[in-house]
């Protein structure tokens, strides 16, 4: 090989490395699922493929003469992250059909990665059908009455920016 086609290859390859270095392949970036299932007396709320969680809120509406909500419990991903935590919000107002629940984490620590349950949510049945539920984003303007339960559920990173998910239900009849 000449001294030419050597020059040629190894500017060839000086640009090669250059161009790697300076636009690194993307890596496939996992989408979070967030799974509501829902059983004859709750409302599971899974958080899963997370990569940066630092809060978390659920606002419930439902019609109050078809359920009551009994309580709303904090769950795996927040009580077992080994991170200091604090519910914001936890209330639930029968007479309007509504229920607010809020989680974050505190001062600096580093995100929640991983999976668990974000919230259960206990409730009463008036009859023996399952509530019709209704899953909304972040994006909702608001949610009203025109649904038996309907859950807003929004997550944010440590930046305090939501993060986008896909979202699933599973019905329990148990």
């Known amino acids: 090989m000449g001294r030419r086609a050597a020059l040629k290859m190894a500017s060839i390859a000086f640009f090669v490395i250059i161009f790697l270095l300076y636009n690194p392949l993307r890596r496939e970036q996992t989408i979070p699922v967030v ?88 409730f009463s049945l008036f009859s023996e059908k399952l509530p019709n539920l209704r899953f909304y984003d972040h994006t909702a303007a608001n949610i009203g009455h025109k649904d038996d339960l309907s859950v807003v559920v929004k997550l944010a990173d440590d930046n305090i920016r939501y993060i986008l998910y896909d979202h699933t239900l599973e019905i329990v009849d148990e």
């Open 35 to 122: 799974r509501a299932i829902l059983y004859r007396n709750r409302l599971e709320i899974w958080v899963e493929e997370i990569a940066n969680l630092y809060a978390a809120s659920v606002d419930l509406c439902y019609d109050s003469h078809i359920l009551a909500i009994d309580r709303l419990e904090t769950g795996s991903l927040f009580k077992d992250c080994g991170k200091s935590w604090m519910e914001v919000v936890k209330r639930v107002d029968q007479d309007k059909g509504m229920a607010e629940f809020a989680v974050s984490l505190t001062g600096n620590a580093q995100p929640i990665e991983g999976a668990g349950v974000l919230v259960k949510i206990y």
